[in-house]
C-alpha cells in the first residue's frame, strides 16, 4: 500500500544533542510537510517543500532545519534540542491539485528530550 | 485572524447517539477545500471527509456527514451511530485554492460513553 513512513515512531535525545527525524513516502507526491505538534494541541506548520523548493514558515525557529534528497525521503534536523522541542512531529505529503490538497499524514515520531 | 475556529474543546456523547462536531471558517477565496481528520491517542492523524467550495452537496463517508453552509462559513461533521472507537481528537482544516499549506482548527476531544 502506498504510504507515508516516519523513523523511529518513538525517540529519545538528550538536551542539546542533535536529532534526526525521517519521513519517507511511496505516494510520489510532490509536496511535503513536517508539523510539530504538543500535547493538545493543532499541528503547528514548521515548513514544507514544493519538490525541491524549500518553504519555511516565519515562526519556525533557526534550531529546525530540513533536507529532500529525493521526491521519496525528507528529514527534520534539530540541531539543539531543548526541553520545549519535546513534541510529536508529523509528516505529511499532498499531491496538489486544483482546489483539492488532501494531506496524507504518517505515524508521527513522538520526541523526547531529556 | 483565526482561519479555522473550533468552539468546543471537548465533547461527550453516549455511545450509538450521533454527534456534531463545529467548525467555522474564514476565507476571502472562492476556491478551497475542508477537511476533517480524527486523531487517536496513537498520534496518527487519519482523514475522514473533504468537502470542495463548489460541491452544492454535503459530503458524505459512510458514518460521517459534513453539514457545509457556505453562507455561513461553517463546516460540521455529524457522525452518526457512534461507537467507543469514534473516542479522538477531530480537527477541522482547510485549503485554499493554489496555496500548499493546511490551516488547522484547535481540535475537539470527543468521548463516547459505553
Known amino acids: 500500500d502506498a504510504m507515508v513512513i516516519q523513523n523511529p515512531r518513538y525517540q529519545v535525545t538528550q538536551f542539546g544533542k542533535p536529532v534526526t527525524l525521517s519521513c519517507s513516502q511511496t505516494?510520489?507526491?510532490?509536496?511535503m510537510y513536517w508539523y510539530q505538534q504538543k500535547s493538545s494541541q493543532a499541528p503547528k506548520l514548521l515548513f514544507h517543500?514544493?519538490?525541491?523548493?524549500?518553504?519555511n514558515e516565519a515562526d519556525t525557529p533557526d534550531n529546525f532545519q530540513s533536507r529532500r534528497p529525493n521526491t521519496s525521503f525528507c528529514f527534520l534536523d534539530i540541531r539543539s534540542p531543548g526541553l520545549g522541542d519535546a513534541a510529536m512531529y508529523l509528516c505529511?505529503?499532498?499531491?496538489?491539485?486544483?482546489?483539492?490538497?488532501?494531506?496524507?499524514f504518517g505515524p508521527g515520531t513522538r520526541l523526547t528530550v531529556l | 485572524a483565526q482561519k479555522i475556529t473550533q468552539t468546543q474543546p471537548g465533547m461527550f456523547v453516549q455511545e450509538k447517539e450521533a454527534v456534531t462536531l463545529d467548525c467555522t471558517y474564514d476565507?476571502?477565496?472562492?476556491?478551497?477545500?475542508l477537511f476533517w481528520y480524527k486523531q487517536p491517542s496513537s498520534g496518527e492523524m487519519i482523514f475522514l471527509i473533504y468537502?470542495?467550495?463548489?460541491?452544492?452537496q454535503n459530503a458524505t463517508e459512510g458514518r460521517y456527514s459534513l453539514n457545509f453552509q457556505k453562507a455561513r462559513k461553517s463546516a460540521n461533521l455529524v457522525i452518526s451511530a457512534t461507537q467507543l472507537g469514534d473516542s479522538a481528537m477531530y480537527f477541522c482544516?482547510?485549503?485554499?485554492?493554489?496555496?500548499?499549506?493546511?490551516?488547522f482548527g484547535s481540535g475537539t476531544k470527543l468521548n463516547v460513553k459505553p
Open positions: 482544516a482547510m485549503s485554499e485554492y493554489n496555496f500548499n499549506k493546511f490551516y
Open positions: 505516494l510520489n507526491h510532490n509536496v
Open positions: 476565507t476571502s477565496d472562492q476556491s478551497y477545500g
Open positions: 505529511a505529503t499532498s499531491r496538489v491539485a486544483v482546489s483539492y490538497n488532501e494531506q496524507f
Open positions: 468537502q470542495g467550495s463548489y460541491d452544492e
Open positions: 517543500y514544493y519538490d525541491k523548493d524549500f518553504n
